[in-house]
């Protein structure tokens, strides 16, 4: 084959332009390629990382376990070491290389059980219904929006005055059907008529109903653990600065058993009427745990169910 330089003229410019174009042609598809083999190590790295951060998240969650396991379950209260997951999860960075993890227990006793509104022959406990109204004034929502929540979860179709049964939901642009029994999950409410994001979440200037409620507990309020607005809602006869001095008590010593309650200032009297719907343990804990590595995160939610020397999973959500 002859060289570039033994042919005419024009015949070597044509050559060259080819060449060149060839040339070109390879240097890009070699950075084409290059730049794949770089998207595919990140991505990969990507994955790496994100399954590193979820295996500490869940290592988190087995430590919180390990925390209620060994508790001592006559009571529970914010002056025991599951209460400070949050601070030993600090410490975490020393267990792993390049990552660590953050998180919170909490008992779930210490809020208002849902469920535990209709009982199990499809009647409101009135007490309870009471109570969830008293709740709901005392965080700024209308107690009216409680009717919608009873049609909710009441099995049959009667709607209550201020409710909604089956024929408004199918009604809806996107029709559903009323639930008629016990709540899933948290989210639920959404679906319900009258609770909207700003009830359920809350905004800069009310709170929202979430961190109040529960789906999982005995049904009783534990007032080791129990906020200010739940300790309110237990009778019309708590005022803000009776609730508060339970608080007081218990930074001083947790209550040992439900009748300590008698001790606090103003509650003597109150105790009668409040003492079925109140306790000092939980076995319902809840468990939140966010795993870092490197620049990935990864949160595992959870709800565990204290079984003796055991804990059960009764939910499991990782993202
Ligand atoms: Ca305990
Ligand atoms: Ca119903």
């Not at 290389?97 to 009647?123: P, V």
Request: charged share 25%.
């Amino acid at each position: 084959m002859n060289s570039i330089s033994d042919w005419p003229g024009s015949q070597k410019g044509v050559a060259l332009v080819l060449t060149l174009l060839i040339l070109t042609l390879l240097v890009v598809t070699g950075l084409q390629l290059n730049r794949a083999m770089r998207v595919e190590a990140n991505l990969a790295g990507n994955f790496r990382d994100l399954t590193q951060a979820s295996c500490i998240a869940q290592s988190g969650v087995e430590i919180a376990r390990a925390l209620i396991q060994e508790d001592e379950p006559s009571y529970d209260a914010l002056d025991e070491r599951w209460a400070k997951f949050e601070i030993l999860a600090v410490f975490s960075s020393q267990l792993f290389n390049e990552g660590h993890f953050a998180g919170q227990i909490a008992d779930e006793s210490a809020k208002f059980n849902l469920n535990g509104l209709i009982d199990q022959y499809g009647n409101v406990d009135q007490k309870k219904k009471n109570q969830l109204d008293r709740l709901f004034s005392v965080l700024g929502h209308d107690p009216k929006k409680v009717d919608a929540l009873l049609d909710w979860l009441d099995p049959d179709d009667q709607k209550r005055p201020l409710g909604a049964e089956r024929e408004y939901y199918i009604n809806l642009k996107r029709p559903y059907a009323p639930k008629n029994g016990p709540l899933d999950s948290l989210g639920e409410l959404l679906l319900i008529k009258e609770i909207d994001v700003s009830t359920f979440q809350g905004t800069d200037e009310r709170e929202g109903l979430k961190k109040y409620l529960t789906i999982y507990s005995d049904r009783k309020i534990n007032i080791n653990t129990a906020s200010l607005p739940v300790l309110m809602s237990l009778s019309e006869r708590v005022d803000r600065s009776m609730a508060q001095a339970v608080l007081d008590y218990r930074q001083e010593k947790p209550f040992g058993k439900a009748e300590d309650l008698r001790s606090v200032p103003g509650w003597d009297q109150v105790y009668p009427e409040v003492s079925s719907e109140i306790t000092v343990g939980s076995n319902f804990f809840s468990v939140n745990v966010l795993g870092h590595y490197r620049d990935a995160r990864a949160v595992v939610q959870t709800v565990v169910k204290r079984e003796g020397r055991k804990t059960r999973v009764l939910y499991w959500k990782t993202g």
